[in-house]
Structures are given as C-alpha cells and as structure tokens.
Nanobody, 124 residues
Framework: QLQASGGGLVQAGGSLRLSCAAS????????IGWFRQAPGEERDFVSA????????HYSDSVKGRFTSSRDSAKNTVYLQMNSLKPEDTAVYYC???????????????????WGQGTQVTVSS
C-alpha cells in the first residue's frame, strides 16, 4: 500500500514536498513514479526514480523545478517541487512497479500499485 502526502495550497513561485511511503513492502527493485491529474485531463507522468540506483526521470514541464529523491531508512520517496506554477495544480499520485529496463516508466499502465493522491493547488 502506498501513502502519498504533502499536498496543499501554495502561491506561485512557492515550494512543496510530497512524500510517498510504502507499508508492508520495501521499494527495493521498484521504480516509483509520480503522476498528476488535473480536472478533466488525463493522468500525466511527472517524475520517476529507480530505487536501487537512484536514477531519476522528469517530464519536460517540470525538469529543473522538481526533484525526486529517496530515503532508504524511511522507505519513502520524495518529490520536491520548487518554482511552482498555477499549471502545476492537480492531484498528484505516486505509483510503484517492479523495475525492468524494458518497462516504459512514463506510462500509467506500467505501474501496479497506486497511492490515493494528494491535492496540490498553486494560486497565481
């Protein structure tokens, strides 16, 4: 089970840090992705981190502003979001999949486990 937290209301230019914690399993050998979904829109890829080696991937829209990291001791993945823009407003989901180099980690369908989502609202 994944638990996402850390969302909230922030002004444009501000920062938030999202957390994704796993209960009942370790993230070892998994890739953990962040996706977001705005009202009326599809769920889009934001970021992913490969747990074993820390390799990260970002969408072009967040590259340079968002950073994904992991804490092995806490079995938690973080998404640090800086320089937030109103267009970042969405429900953010974390998801996990057993990692394979053949897995297209940008796809929603690649992930087996999903958290409940946390709302991020950026005001202008």
């Amino acid at each position: 089970q994944l638990q996402a937290s850390g969302g909230g209301l922030v002004q444009a230019g501000g920062s938030l840090r999202l957390s994704c914690a796993a209960s009942g399993r370790t993230f070892s050998n998994y890739v953990i992705g962040w996706f977001r979904q705005a009202p009326g829109e599809e769920r889009d890829f934001v970021s992913a981190i490969i747990w074993n080696d820390g390799t990260t991937h970002y969408s072009d829209s967040v590259k340079g502003r968002f950073t994904s990291s992991r804490d092995s001791a806490k079995n938690t993945v973080y998404l640090q979001m800086n320089s937030l823009k109103p267009e970042d407003t969405a429900v953010y989901y974390c998801a996990a999949a057993y990692y394979s180099p053949y897995l297209d980690i940008l796809l929603v369908t690649a992930y087996n486990y999903w958290g409940q989502g946390t709302q991020v609202t950026v005001s202008s």
